[in-house]
């Protein structure tokens, strides 16, 4: 699913200065400039430098030294310090400030003011990194087609000379076989007509002849002889002289062929062919979740992320620490499908027609406008611009919905043009830039799966259901799926323990085995805001013990 390679560019990985294997450095010394992982920095770091000062290797450039917020000079009253900052305004106030203009205002600490910037602004830059990876790919991804198109371009000029070339030479061949032709045509007709001009010749002189014969016979005085002649004569003159036919009375034209397009050539539009993609799969990090499977997964903009097991009835808020996740908040809920939103906050599905919110500021659990009754939620898809995608089910009906922020329903999608059902039970759902949703579509009478591409009008352009090699043993059983930054989408096969790489219309581009990297039964796929890629995992079937695995992993060529 082949042209020059393109140019990736790509950061050197930097192993751990102490224990020098480590790559997933975590931390910097800003006393004596080492870079170390977690493990280094608890264990070794702090016995020859308990004084120094480390810090998260994400903060560096950050201030590191205590910040003074009890000394700013308020802008509008110069002889005061500012006390507190006022979110109504975006501004901080002194004690004037506050009197004539903001006592009514919401104001907070600076020291909060100034944290809560802070986060804000890291998220900005998440999403900047973000958009900068989607960009980059996008670059790399033109240039691939640039190079396709210069390489199609020199191939496509050498293939004209090179059928120039042999249309001359079967032109001289065949003008040399019509002129050898001509040639031996010319040779026989001419002996022919030699032969009949020489033979027509004798019998001429042979007429010429008897006519003679009768003239002087005519004028003899010899009456005797005349009556003893005669009769012999007059039988002479009865007998024919043969006439020769004409060997032949036809020849040869030349009618010069009609030169088209058709037996010369024509240019065709056809769809560049990129390179065989190369993906390559790395483990950044590895976690222990304390849950029977990692069912769903939603990164936030923090580096913190959302986990949940439908088996467990558990949902999880985590922040990854070196080797562990530390739990932020958990929720004793069954969730079918979830989705972080624009504002942080998190969508879920709970089996009830409605979805439900999570509060990323308060936590609290509250019911909002997001409804697709009389059938319950189960795949939950955010766009880039906002729109909700649910994939929902009853004992009747099955469907895909496209819900706009208010929650009306601007699309339903569960029949094909024939008036066929599209969906068994749409379980996870992504969307590509050109507008494509994917589908994850499983049937548990069938025991497989499919991916189900819709187009921006809803009708069905190609169904996926998995790859013969791949699948010969076991049948494709998608259950996670996720947009990569290249606008390509992946989908994890859990019995085969592979990811399908997918074009944004559902065609396999590849595949890796995750095997190859020690990660088994991949169940859940979600990007990072930094474009690293979690893969949450199950337990072996049959297995009780609840130490699925989380990983994080970076992947790239896709």
Same mark, same amino acid.
């Given at each position: 699913?082949?042209?020059?390679?393109?140019?990736?560019?790509?950061?050197?990985?930097?192993?751990?200065?102490?224990?020098?294997?480590?790559?997933?450095?975590?931390?910097?010394?800003?006393?004596?400039?080492?870079?170390?992982?977690?493990?280094?920095?608890?264990? $070794?770091?702090?016995?020859?430098?308990?004084?120094?000062?480390?810090?998260?290797?994400?903060?560096?450039?950050?201030?590191?030294?205590?910040?003074?917020?009890?000394?700013?000079?308020?802008?509008?009253?110069?002889?005061?310090?500012?006390?507190?900052?006022?979110?109504?305004?975006?501004?901080?106030?002194?004690?004037?400030?506050?009197?004539?203009?903001?006592?009514?205002?919401?104001?907070?600490?600076?020291?909060?003011? =100034?944290?809560?910037?802070?986060?804000?602004?890291?998220?900005?830059?998440?999403?900047?990194?973000?958009?900068?990876?989607?960009?980059?790919?996008?670059?790399?991804?033109?240039?691939?087609? =640039?190079?396709?198109?210069?390489?199609?371009?020199?191939?496509?000029?050498?293939?004209?000379?090179?059928?120039?070339?042999?249309?001359?030479?079967?032109?001289?061949?065949? $003008?040399?076989?019509?002129?050898?032709?001509?040639?031996?045509?010319?040779?026989?007709?001419?002996?022919?007509?030699?032969?009949?001009?020489?033979?027509?010749?004798?019998?001429?002189?042979?007429?010429?002849?008897?006519?003679?014969?009768?003239?002087?016979?005519?004028?003899?005085?010899?009456?005797?002889?005349?009556?003893?002649?005669?009769?012999?004569?007059?039988?002479?003159?009865?007998?024919?002289?043969?006439?020769?036919?004409?060997?032949?009375?036809?020849?040869?034209?030349?009618?010069?062929?009609?030169?088209?397009?058709?037996?010369?050539?024509?240019?065709?539009?056809?769809?560049?062919?990129?390179?065989?993609?190369?993906?390559?799969?790395?483990?950044?990090?590895?976690?222990?979740?304390?849950?029977?499977?990692?069912?769903?997964?939603?990164?936030?903009?923090?580096?913190?992320?959302?986990?949940?097991?439908?088996?467990?009835?558990?949902?999880?808020?985590?922040?990854?620490?070196?080797?562990?996740?530390?739990?932020?908040?958990?929720?004793?809920?069954?969730?079918?499908?979830?989705?972080?939103?624009?504002?942080?906050?998190?969508?879920?599905?709970?089996?009830?027609?409605?979805?439900?919110?999570?509060?990323?500021?308060?936590?609290?659990?509250?019911?909002?406008?997001?409804?697709?009754?009389?059938?319950?939620?189960?795949?939950?898809?955010?766009?880039?611009?906002?729109?909700?995608?649910?994939?929902?089910?009853?004992?009747?009906?099955?469907?895909?919905?496209?819900?706009?922020?208010?929650?009306?329903?601007?699309?339903?999608?569960?029949?094909?043009?024939?008036?066929?059902?599209?969906?068994?039970?749409?379980?996870?759902?992504?969307?590509?830039?050109?507008?494509?949703?994917?589908?994850?579509? =499983?049937?548990?009478?069938?025991?497989?799966?499919?991916?189900?591409?819709?187009?921006?009008?809803?009708?069905?352009?190609? $169904?996926?259901?998995?790859?013969?090699?791949?699948?010969?043993?076991?049948?494709?059983?998608?259950?996670?799926?996720?947009?990569?930054?290249?606008?390509?989408?992946?989908?994890?096969?859990?019995?085969?323990?592979?990811?399908?790489?997918?074009?944004?219309?559902?065609?396999?581009?590849?595949?890796?085995?995750?095997?190859?990297?020690?990660?088994?039964?991949?169940?859940?796929?979600?990007?990072?805001?930094?474009?690293?890629?979690?893969?949450?995992?199950?337990?072996?079937?049959?297995?009780?013990?609840?130490?699925?695995?989380? =990983?994080?992993?970076?992947?790239?060529?896709?």
């Amino acid at each position: 699913m082949a042209f020059s390679k393109s140019v990736i560019r790509s950061q050197i990985p930097i192993n751990c200065n102490l224990c020098e294997t480590e790559k997933n450095i975590k931390w910097k010394c800003l006393t004596c400039g080492v870079l170390m992982c977690s493990k280094c920095k608890d264990k $070794i770091h702090l016995m020859i430098g308990k004084d120094h000062k480390v810090v998260d290797i994400k903060n560096v450039g950050l201030p590191v030294e205590e910040l003074d917020f009890t000394n700013i000079k308020c802008q509008d009253h110069s002889e005061q310090s500012s006390c507190l900052f006022c979110t109504n305004c975006d501004k901080l106030v002194c004690p004037t400030c506050i009197a004539k203009v903001h006592k009514k205002h919401d104001l907070t600490e600076i020291s909060d003011a =100034y944290n809560l910037k802070i986060e804000r602004l890291k998220k900005g830059q998440s999403k900047l990194q973000k958009e900068k990876n989607e960009i980059t790919a996008t670059k790399d991804q033109a240039n691939m087609i =640039y190079d396709a198109e210069n390489s199609n371009y020199a191939k496509v000029s050498t293939d004209i000379l090179n059928h120039e070339k042999v249309l001359k030479q079967a032109v001289e061949k065949h $003008i040399a076989k019509l002129r050898n032709e001509l040639d031996q045509n010319h040779t026989a007709c001419t002996k022919a007509n030699e032969e009949s001009i020489n033979a027509v010749s004798k019998s001429e002189k042979q007429i010429e002849k008897k006519c003679s014969d009768v003239q002087d016979f005519i004028y003899t005085t010899d009456i005797s002889k005349f009556f003893q002649e005669v009769c012999q004569m007059e039988r002479s003159t009865k007998v024919s002289v043969p006439k020769p036919e004409i060997s032949s009375k036809t020849t040869l034209q030349f009618h010069p062929g009609e030169i088209t397009q058709s037996n010369i050539g024509v240019l065709q539009s056809v769809d560049i062919i990129l390179p065989e993609v190369k993906v390559s799969l790395s483990i950044v990090n590895h976690y222990q979740t304390n849950l029977s499977v990692v069912t769903h997964l939603s990164p936030c903009p923090d580096d913190s992320l959302w986990i949940a097991c439908t088996q467990d009835k558990v949902l999880r808020k985590v922040k990854p620490e070196g080797f562990n996740l530390k739990t932020i908040s958990t929720f004793n809920i069954k969730v079918y499908g979830m989705a972080i939103t624009a504002s942080d906050d998190l969508l879920v599905s709970t089996g009830k027609s409605r979805l439900q919110m999570i509060s990323s500021t308060s936590g609290k659990v509250t019911n909002n406008v997001f409804d697709i009754s009389p059938l319950f939620p189960v795949a939950i898809h955010i766009t880039s611009g906002g729109q909700i995608i649910v994939g929902g089910y009853n004992d009747e009906r099955r469907a895909v919905f496209v819900l706009n922020k208010s929650g009306d329903h601007e699309a339903v999608y569960d029949h094909d043009k024939h008036n066929q059902p599209i969906f068994s039970y749409p379980k996870r759902i992504t969307t590509t830039s050109n507008g494509n949703i994917h589908v994850a579509d =499983y049937d548990t009478d069938e025991g497989s799966g499919k991916v189900v591409v819709l187009g921006p009008g809803g009708d069905v352009i190609h $169904i996926y259901k998995g790859d013969t090699d791949i699948n010969k043993k076991k049948p494709f059983k998608p259950v996670g799926i996720v947009t990569t930054p290249r606008d390509n989408v992946i989908v994890d096969d859990i019995d085969t323990h592979t990811l399908h790489i997918l074009n944004n219309s559902g065609h396999l581009i590849t595949y890796i085995k995750t095997t190859d990297n020690g990660i088994k039964y991949p169940c859940s796929l979600a990007f990072s805001p930094t474009g690293q890629l979690y893969i949450g995992c199950a337990q072996q079937q049959g297995s009780t013990a609840k130490e699925a695995k989380l =990983y994080k992993v970076n992947i790239s060529g896709c």
